[in-house]
């Protein structure tokens, strides 16, 4: 009985305790918001595809101010998509960056999204749902601009970033559709793909890149010969364009690897874009 009693006696003392913390603790708890997820079906894709939106402070969709768009692959939550929207912010608080809008492209399947076919046999048996690039252009193209455009307060400023098989797609967007962005970010290219058949198409190409003004930056870090000496070879096509309305920047990163070098590029890209010496 006296068992009991204790055990009744601690059951009420621990029920009190709690309610009483509990208003207190939920005081402190509130659902931090970095951006929004949209679904986009697409036609094109023949499937449901996922977009992270990151807003900007003070967007205001009834407003009149407009936004530069960068469009980022890799963008799922568990992959770029946060720390790049970290960096974005970043410099629209301390440096000159306008204010922009962060999309996001979650993959579903980016050895298919981001390549072109290949003639290499061995690829093909290893990576077989690859070749699907010339279908997710057509989708960013004629699905997912318009669809960001009529949503939010986009202006006619879009960026893209793309890292490995990401900047890849980038460089093919670059050479076959160069309008559909003014800014590339290019890091860690995989020109291998193909046996560098899409560097051969860039030099026997009459003209790279947007007509208009438009900024292309290349960066590769310590990521072995082949990878380094392709994005070095990007750079060199790319100068022999002597687009005037064309600034081109090439960057090495010695010290870093091809799982860290996205962010210190993005940074440095932009650090050269937009911060005032």
Wanted: with cysteine; hydrophobic share 35%.
């Amino acid at each position: 009985m006296k068992n009991l009693l204790t055990l009744l006696l601690l059951f009420t003392l621990q029920t009190a305790f709690t309610q009483h913390l509990k208003p207190e603790a939920t005081k402190y708890h509130n659902t931090f918001v970095l951006g929004t997820i949209d679904t986009l079906r697409s036609t094109v894709l023949n499937e449901t595809r996922t977009l992270n939106i990151f807003l900007p402070e003070g967007y205001n969709p009834a407003g009149m101010e407009t936004y530069p768009v960068i469009y980022l692959l890799d963008g799922s939550a568990n992959e770029d998509f946060i720390h790049i929207c970290g960096v974005v912010q970043f410099f629209n608080l301390q440096f000159n960056m306008p204010k922009t809008i962060v999309v996001g492209i979650a993959n579903v399947d980016r050895k298919q999204d981001f390549t072109f076919p290949t003639t290499v046999a061995q690829d093909k048996k290893d990576f077989p749902t690859t070749g699907g690039s010339e279908k997710f252009i057509t989708f960013i193209e004629k699905e997912l601009q318009p669809y960001i455009n009529q949503r939010y307060k986009t202006n006619q400023e879009r960026s893209i970033i793309g890292q490995s098989l990401g900047g890849l797609l980038a460089s093919e967007i670059l050479l076959k559709k160069p309008g559909l962005f003014n800014h590339y970010y290019i890091v860690s290219p995989s020109f291998w793909w193909d046996k560098e058949s899409l560097l051969t198409q860039f030099a026997v190409a009459k003209q790279i890149g947007p007509s208009g003004k438009s900024s292309i930056y290349i960066a590769v870090g310590n990521e072995g010969k082949v990878m380094v000496k392709d994005a070095k070879t990007l750079s060199k096509l790319l100068k022999k364009q002597a687009n005037p309305n064309q600034k081109l920047e090439y960057q090495y990163f010695p010290k870093e690897d091809h799982g860290s070098i996205l962010h210190q590029a993005i940074y440095k890209a932009l650090e050269l874009q937009y911060r005032k010496k």
